[in-house]
């Protein structure tokens, strides 16, 4: 079992900056892939970033790219995502996720645990 906390949203104004933290622990491999997803209300959870372990691989979104930055620490057990130019449309809960599926997986469906979300909220 993998258990992950989220932390770090809040309410910031359009152009600000927020990072967020997931704090994971149990189970866990710095191999394995860890992402970010984000869901707006009446939307489907979508992908924003991932990466393979720390230092290695990392993907993005079309929409976050060049304003968001994905980081992970192995040592510390920690996957953190900063969040540049934000605009009103990064508007969501934030969630962290961890996949034991090999490879760069996008689809939620291909991760296996999640923690709980965080707000975010970009006033215009």
């Known amino acids: 079992q993998v258990q992950l906390v989220e932390s770090g949203g809040g309410l910031v104004q359009a152009g600000g900056s927020l990072r967020l933290s997931c704090a994971a622990s149990g189970r866990t491999f710095s191999s394995y892939p860890m992402g970010w997803f984000r869901q707006a209300p009446g939307k489907a959870r979508e992908f924003v970033a991932a990466i393979r372990w720390s230092g290695g691989p990392t993907y993005y979104a079309d929409s976050v790219k060049g304003r968001f930055t994905i980081a992970r620490d192995n040592a510390k057990n920690t996957l953190s995502l900063q969040m540049n130019s934000l605009k009103p449309e990064d508007t969501a809960v934030y969630y962290c996720?961890?996949?034991?599926?090999?490879?760069?997986?996008?689809?939620?469906?291909?991760?296996?645990?999640w923690g709980q979300g965080t707000q975010v909220t970009v006033s215009s």
């Open positions: 996720a961890y996949s034991t599926t090999g490879g760069f997986p996008r689809g939620p469906d291909e991760y296996d645990y």
